[in-house]
T-cell receptor, first 114, second 109 residues
Framework: SAVISQKPSRDICQRGTSLTIQCQVD?????MFWYRQQPGQSLTLIAT?????????ESGFVIDKFPISRPNLTFSTLTVSNMSPEDSSIYLC???????????FGQGTRLTVV | GQNIDQPTEMTATEGAIVQINCTYQ??????LFWYQQHAGEAPTFLSY??LDGLEEKGRFSSFLSRSKGYSYLLLKELQMKDSASYLC??????????WGAGTKLIIKP
């Protein structure tokens, strides 16, 4: 299993500013996943973060908007840059400790951009 | 493309049984997961199926048919706290999770 501490749990931000979300895992994991979940919708994968290499972004998401850091095997950050109201969403980090195991999630960050 | 379908919303009565279906078309298959998500919270793991058949865990059971690309989550003795969204997810050949849109389950007294 894995326990993930994600913060902040929520924030209200002004448009044009940036917010950095942190996730700390209690064990070493190769890949960490960052998701966005807009109200009433399912999870959309933003990017996969590997330690020691650049993150892999999904279609529709770019590094300039969502820069990711992965300095070691237990920690990652996602920054939402130059925010607009359309970025208001829940952001979740997730890990899968082993190939046959389930995904574990951080508590989520509820972001509101005004 | 990859696709997972599940009903958008279902309503059931407290104490009853409800079955939430999920059909999938993915690039490869390395397991199917069901998660529960209460409003404003992160998803929590319910069940995992990688072989055909039924997996039972207390009031919750999950069934898988790989040949049909089909799964269901069965909830028995429904309680008000079971009101939540239920997400179906399939792990594809790249070990990436493909998520369904979720089924919002409403429990009425």
């Amino acid at each position: 299993s894995a326990v993930i501490s994600q913060k902040p749990s929520r924030d209200i931000c002004q448009r044009g500013t940036s917010l950095t979300i942190q996730c700390q895992v209690d064990s070493q994991v190769t890949m960490m996943f960052w998701y966005r979940q807009q109200p009433g919708q399912s999870l959309t994968l933003i990017a996969t973060a590997n330690q020691g290499s650049e993150a892999t972004y999904e279609s529709g998401f770019v590094i300039d908007k969502f820069p990711i850091s992965r300095p070691n095997l237990t920690f990652s950050t996602l920054t939402v840059s130059n925010m607009s109201p359309e970025d208001s969403s829940i952001y979740l980090c997730s890990v899968t400790p082993g190939e046959g195991t389930e995904a574990f999630f951080g508590q989520g960050t509820r972001l509101t951009v005004v | 493309g990859q696709n997972i379908d599940q009903p958008t919303e279902m309503t059931a009565t407290e104490g009853a049984i409800v079955q939430i279906n999920c059909t999938y078309q993915t690039s490869g298959f390395n397991g199917l997961f069901w998660y529960q998500q209460h409003a404003g919270e992160a998803p929590t793991f319910l069940s995992y199926n990688v072989l055909d058949g039924l997996e039972e865990k207390g009031r919750f059971s999950s069934f898988l048919s790989r040949s049909k690309g089909y799964s269901y989550l069965l909830l028995k003795e429904l309680q008000m706290k079971d009101s939540a969204s239920y997400l179906c997810a399939v792990r594809d050949s790249n070990y990436q999770l493909i998520w369904g849109a979720g089924t919002k389950l409403i429990i009425k007294p």
